[in-house]
């Protein structure tokens, strides 16, 4: 499949399904009240999404890259973020577990896109040579 725009990329759909999910979560009314947990969990969410589309943009593959990584972290903070969650008891157990893998498929999906992209830049030196 081509990639011709951000919302094609499998890792963008995902990181928007992981930021539908935390802000679904966000809106019960133990979590809602916390202001400060609500609003990084919501934003680390949004950044994994949001660096993806704006890498796209970038000039480069190693930019590119450059973002991935950034959207990558986000979801490493997503996960961090929800064991607050479930230590303040603001979601359950299977929640916790269910957007835990969220994260976790859509970190694995951005990384396995940096490695296309690092392949891709590799294997187009050796043919330029």
Do not use: P
Request: glycine share 4%; proline share 0%.
């Amino acid at each position: 499949m081509k990639i011709e725009r951000f919302e094609d990329i499998e890792a963008w759909q995902l990181a928007r399904n992981l930021t539908k999910t935390v802000y679904h979560l966000t809106k019960a009314a133990k979590f809602s009240q916390d202001y400060g947990l609500k609003r990084q969990i919501q934003e680390a969410a949004g950044s994994a999404m949001h660096n993806i589309a704006e890498g796209f943009d970038s000039e480069t593959n190693a930019e590119f890259v450059r973002f991935l990584r950034y959207a990558k972290r986000s979801c490493t903070e997503v996960q961090s973020e929800l064991y607050v969650a479930l230590d303040e008891s603001y979601i359950l157990e299977q929640e916790f577990q269910d957007t835990y893998e969220q994260a976790r498929r859509t970190r694995a999906a951005i990384r396995g896109f940096i490695n296309y992209l690092k392949k891709y830049e590799t294997n187009k030196k050796t043919v330029e040579l």
